[in-house]
């Protein structure tokens, strides 16, 4: 059975930054994996994504302050975010990209950034 649980959130002053991680077990991380967000009140939206190659995609919003990355020996992947605002408030959760897993869905790690 496929485990993701994620980690790192927190509540941080705009301006901060945070590093989130992801361990997922099973062999979904033989695949493209990618961190999401949702917001209060808002879609679940895609944010980064990294294929086991390294190759990277940010969303518009996460484009130049968040760095994704993987290590595959510990079927691991991280979200640095740095210049954190609050509109980046939002649960976070790491599934299969570009397509989310329905199963695969952890509960996601709170993200929290004060004005």
């Known amino acids: 059975q496929v485990q993701v649980v994620e980690s790192g959130g927190g509540l941080v002053q705009a301006g901060g930054s945070l590093r989130l991680s992801c361990t997922a077990s099973?062999?979904?991380?033989?695949?493209?994996m990618g961190w999401y967000r949702q917001a209060p009140g808002k879609e679940r939206e895609p944010v980064a994504r990294?294929?086991?190659?390294?190759?990277?995609n940010y969303a518009d919003s996460a484009k130049g302050r968040f760095t994704i990355s993987r290590d595959n020996d510990k079927n691991s992947v991280y979200l640095q975010m740095n210049s954190l605002n609050p509109e980046d408030t939002a649960v976070y959760y790491c599934?299969?990209?570009?397509?989310?897993?329905?199963?695969?869905w952890g509960q996601g790690t709170q993200v929290t950034v004060s004005s």
């Open positions: 599934n299969t990209a570009p397509v989310p897993g329905p199963r695969y």
């Open positions: 099973g062999r979904i991380f033989q695949l493209t």
């Open positions: 990294i294929t086991t190659t390294g190759i990277t």
